[in-house]
């Protein structure tokens, strides 16, 4: 983990010195002006100059979450006795609160936990399912035409997960009650909390695509969105207190309740009424029926590192796939952010993200042929398709049976060695805009992710659980716990997992430096819902940071290339020393959050 930019300290100690010398001189030589950046960025003294801080390092606990608030809450817990599942659930409450722009208890919950009883990963698909009264006609007679889903309104929203997959956790490794880890949420739920920076901003921005697509007819009712998520007919703003005091009372039956006073009692009754209400499908009996699933993750081996990721309906199969089509590649040398390195990690993301649009799905619908996906086989016959030259236009899925043989992520890590990797979503924002009667809460959207193909793996049909792009990671090496980590962001997700394993193993970045450096994302390879393939080469977005002469190189290499300021997600990572036991936490400068140890 020890980063090798000592080039980026010693412009750093040049630039320090030369601030010095002018303010003693009054003046800086021409041949010193070269070195000015003009962006009105501070300078770094030691690492790497584009990290927004240090990494966090602490020996008894360690959380990184999207919110500062949300990662104290969880090193409270800590620090009151509970272990990292403990504390997990409690930042997970705390945030859907905090950052209802991404997550909360309408989303659904993945999770990859390291238990050091048993020296293993556990997975948790908690992941909800559409209507069981609702078929693929009904459907279709609703959509009156329409190719696809709508992002607003009751038709996408499946039933949320969270809440089953938290007390999944809890029963499975967690220490104190779950009155407890629910208390903090509830606590600033009832009092209020100051809005941050980017959430206030968010914030605003679906303030007025709900309007729009309520205008519009999309989303039946908004009241109850006004009354629980704006103050005086605005949206907050940074640092204005904001309380909700439905969702405290929610909590506070869940806490006493358990998990069936969501799904089976009074807030099943009133979401029943609800949905009968505004004409959604949903009834109180898909609610009674959820069940979350424990799953055993998926690896391939990189460069002798284990990377894990959850196996479908999730898309994190993806990353893994692009892993290996890229081991066979010198990134190193092709130097980061070269017109080589994003020219590669382009045309690997468009060959993995082809088979997701093809293969990806609910598992207990189809049977997905994850090993051969995962071969290394199987990547070899894909990458001979790369072009070093060229970029692809349109490519096709591949035949691994020929082979056979807006969301939020947090990690939390304890002293006892017990690591959690979790994220949590409403889909596309803040989610479909409903709330129910006095919940304090918005559904998920994440249906629209169904196709309408009769015959595709990704398909509507009812009690099923829908294509999901969150997905929480890790790393082992020699099956050793090494890193929890993730990067949210919808199809951002593999991509960005992809560029955080290459920043650490093949550059030498620390953690927060992987995260800091600038990112690529490509857009446009034909989506899960299977509406249009790829025929044009998608898009490669990149960030500012990418040097101009690689953005030209790429561009006569024939990628579209777009300098823009994302979606690039949100990352944050914990690492665990193997030999000492230290704790290193990174979190992302592109959200509000912090990484916080003790």
Not at 26 to 47: C, K, P, Q
Not at 132 to 157: C, E, F, M, V, Y
Not at 426 to 449: E, H, K
Request: proline share 4%; glycine share 12%.
């Amino acid at each position: 983990m020890k980063a090798k930019f000592m080039k980026s300290a010693r412009t750093g100690i040049a630039l320090l010195a030369l601030s010095m010398f002018a303010g003693m001189t009054g003046g800086v030589s021409v041949a010193d002006e070269e070195n000015l950046r003009g962006d009105n960025r501070g300078t770094r003294i030691f690492g790497a100059d584009w990290a927004g801080r240090s990494v966090v390092h602490a020996v008894n606990g360690m959380a990184a979450t999207s919110h500062p608030l949300s990662s104290m809450v969880a090193i409270d817990v800590l620090k009151a006795g509970g272990n990292a599942v403990d504390a997990a659930i409690a930042a997970n409450a705390a945030i859907g609160l905090m950052e209802p722009t991404g997550n909360g208890i309408g989303g659904d919950l993945f999770v990859i936990i390291w238990d050091p009883k048993t020296q293993k990963l556990y997975g948790l698909n908690g992941s909800g399912r559409s209507a069981k009264g609702q078929t693929l006609a009904d459907l279709k007679a609703r959509l009156d035409g329409a190719d696809g889903i709508p992002s607003w309104g009751s038709l996408p929203i499946t039933v949320p997960g969270t809440v089953d997959g938290w007390f999944e956790m809890h029963d499975k490794f967690g220490r104190q009650s779950m009155a407890d880890n629910l208390a903090p949420a509830i606590k600033y739920a009832r009092e209020g909390f100051p809005v941050t920076q980017v959430i206030a901003e968010y914030m605003e921005i679906y303030r007025a695509r709900y309007e729009k697509q309520h205008a519009a007819g999309v989303i039946e009712e908004i009241d109850n969105y006004r009354a629980t998520y704006l103050i005086d007919g605005k949206a907050p703003v940074e640092g204005q207190v904001f309380k909700n005091p439905d969702l405290a009372n929610t909590l506070e039956k869940i806490a006493k309740g358990g998990r069936d006073a969501f799904y089976k009692g009074e807030i099943a009754d009133t979401i029943d009424a609800y949905f009968k209400r505004i004409g959604g499908p949903l009834r109180k009996r898909d609610f009674a029926e959820h069940t979350s699933t424990w799953v055993e993750p998926v690896s391939v081996n990189y460069r002798g590192y284990d990377v894990w990721e959850l196996p479908p309906n999730g898309q994190g199969i993806a990353a893994l796939q692009m892993l290996n089509i890229l081991e066979a590649y010198d990134l190193k040398s092709m130097g980061h952010n070269s017109a080589d390195y994003l020219h590669v990690m382009t045309e690997a993301k468009k060959l993995a993200f082809e088979d997701r649009a093809r293969f990806y799905a609910d598992p207990d619908f189809v049977d997905i042929p994850v090993d051969g996906l995962l071969s290394k086989d199987y990547a070899a016959e894909r990458r001979k398709l790369i072009d070093m030259q060229k970029a692809a236009l349109e490519v096709d899925h591949g035949d691994p049976k020929l082979l056979q043989g807006d969301t939020i992520y947090m990690t939390v890590a304890d002293k006892d060695g017990m690591m959690v990797s979790l994220i949590q979503s409403n889909y596309r924002g803040m989610g479909s805009g409903l709330v129910a009667d006095g919940l304090g809460f918005i559904f998920q959207d994440r249906g629209a992710q169904f196709s309408l193909t009769e015959g595709h793996p990704n398909v509507y049909a009812p009690g099923k659980r829908p294509f999901h792009t969150i997905i929480p990671a890790f790393m082992t090496k020699d099956d050793v716990p090494l890193m929890s980590f993730g990067l949210m962001g919808g199809a951002m997700q593999p991509q960005g997992h992809v560029q955080m394993v290459v920043n650490i193993v093949d550059f030498g970045m620390n953690l927060q430096e992987a995260g800091d450096a600038a990112r690529f994302h490509h857009i446009g390879s034909t989506e899960p819902t299977w509406r249009g393939r790829m025929q044009d080469g998608g898009r490669l977005e990149l960030e500012s940071g990418v040097r101009a002469e690689v953005v030209e190189e790429l561009r006569r290499r024939g990628h579209t290339v777009k300098i823009t300021t994302g979606p690039f997600g949100g990352y944050q990572a914990i690492w665990r020393n193997p030999v000492s036991g230290v704790l290193s936490g990174a979190t992302e400068m592109r959200k509000d959050g912090a990484a916080i140890g003790y």
